[in-house]
């Protein structure tokens, strides 16, 4: 199984998480795993689409005590 | 104690001259030696570059001997660290010294990485180094009109950048008599025009006030010179006339070269600003991989906070207090208005609508920094 590589972008306001996970994805090899957290419920809705535009995968979502988690896999 | 800094930029450079002044008895007694390793002799206030490019400020008012803005007390070499030997508390340097610490802060910065694009440094003009900030005025000089693309990378140096520059050009080129010869197009690699959601709000409506076009979702992928077209990891592609771009940045090979962190970035607690897993290890500004943005503010406050702590290190053995995350940027909403954005970890921006004054207060700032940097402001 792979490790997963954890972004924390709990209070990230700027560059914020979509942006934490732009720039993490550039340092990940194709099929590695990203879980990114964020404090900003809009990341439930802005890391699926973007990575779904860009052609990435989205694994899942899901939220604890306030923190979302967002898993995404590099397909390219 | 043996405190030494790598790097001479903001964060760096702000960081010795408190500390100087905080442990100026300890200095004096012997127990305390502060040293800086830098990569030149000069100082560069680097929000100026912006000017620079739209021949607003020359590249020499950029500039100050880094020996000048330093506390007498504080040791400075010019001599750029080229390995970093943490498990033995030492680093090597250029010129072959070995330099040993019991406290060692890293502040090496980021720099732009415009060969990580196929064709992006060939075909685009950048305003991230004074050779780049004057070649992209020359250009802009010659430019008789067309569209103009403004391209942005991630993760990049100042935030705000992208904004401000585009902002400046829609007044540079008003000022010329060729606006209405002149598309502006703006891309951005998220869903709106600004990270912060609330810059994003207002810079939007503005951006469709003054004619400038705008794509969102845009992450540059590759440059082709010869059909002047832009393409983006999404799919989409755009034409250009001149290309602009704020290209994904870097932390410095020599911390990636000794293992500290991929892509430069070091591995930094985002409260205490330790390098994880080191005690003894500080790191500063662009360097960490805080997820906060790399501008001078963050560098200043974090700065702040480490002299606070290093200084209580020596003399109580403990530090005193946590980074709480406070940025404060300034945005230029042209060539004579400016707002800002100030947050922390737990409390977004509210930026306030763009005024003359705040931009007359910016203009002062960029005197004013050396204030900062010697560590009284």
């Given at each position: 199984m792979t490790e997963k590589r954890v972004i924390d972008a709990r209070g990230s306001f700027c560059p914020g998480p979509l942006m934490e996970l732009i720039a993490g994805l550039k340092m990940m090899q194709v099929g590695e795993e990203a879980e990114v957290l964020s404090t900003d419920k809009g990341s439930a809705n802005d890391i699926p689409e973007w990575v779904k535009k860009v052609g990435h995968a989205h694994i899942g979502t899901n939220e604890e005590s306030g923190v979302w988690h967002v898993t995404v896999r590099k397909m390219k | 104690m043996k405190i030494l800094i790598v790097g001479g930029g903001m964060g760096g450079t702000i960081l010795a001259n408190n500390l100087a002044r905080r442990l100026q008895g300890e200095v004096k007694a012997g127990k305390a030696r502060i040293t800086m390793l830098s990569a030149s002799d000069r100082h560069m206030y680097q929000p100026g570059l912006l000017y620079v490019a739209v021949g607003s400020m020359a590249p020499d008012e950029l500039y100050r001997d880094q020996r000048s803005l330093l506390e007498p007390c504080i040791n400075f070499h010019v001599d750029p660290v080229t390995e970093f030997m943490l498990d033995a508390n030492q680093v090597k340097t250029q010129s072959g010294r070995v330099f040993d610490y019991d406290v060692l802060v890293i502040a090496t910065g980021s720099r732009m990485a415009p060969e990580t694009i196929p064709g992006l440094a060939e075909n685009a003009e950048t305003f991230y180094t004074e050779e780049t900030a004057v070649k992209m005025l020359k250009t802009l000089r010659e430019f008789k009109g067309g569209k103009v693309v403004i391209t942005v990378g991630v993760p990049?140096?100042?935030?705000m950048a992208p904004l401000e520059i585009t902002f400046m050009l829609n007044d540079y080129f008003k000022d010329r008599g060729i606006r209405d010869k002149v598309q502006l197009h703006y891309t951005y690699p998220i869903g709106r025009v600004h990270s912060l959601e609330n810059v994003a709000k207002w810079a939007a409506p503005e951006f469709e006030r003054l004619g400038i076009t705008y794509e969102t979702f845009f992450n540059m992928k590759e440059v082709d010179g010869a059909t002047k077209t832009l393409k983006s990891e999404e799919g989409s592609e755009v034409k250009y006339d001149l290309l602009i771009a704020i290209p994904a940045h870097r932390g410095q090979e020599v911390v990636e070269k000794s293992g500290l962190g991929q892509n430069g970035w070091i591995p930094t607690n985002r409260t205490s600003l330790n390098m994880e897993g080191r005690n003894n290890v500080f790191v500063l500004g662009d360097t960490t991989n805080i997820p906060i943005s790399k501008a001078g503010s963050t560098a200043h406050f974090e700065a702040e906070t480490l002299g606070d702590n290093i200084a209580a290190l020596v003399k109580l053995g403990i530090p005193v207090r946590e980074y709480d995350g406070k940025v404060f940027c300034f945005i230029e909403a042209g060539k004579d208005r400016a707002t800002y954005a100030m947050f922390d970890y737990n409390t977004p921006p509210d930026p306030k609508a763009p005024s003359k004054a705040l931009h007359w207060f910016k203009l002062a700032y960029n005197k004013l920094y050396w204030t900062s940097a010697r560590g009284l402001l």
């Open positions: - | 990049h140096k100042c935030p």
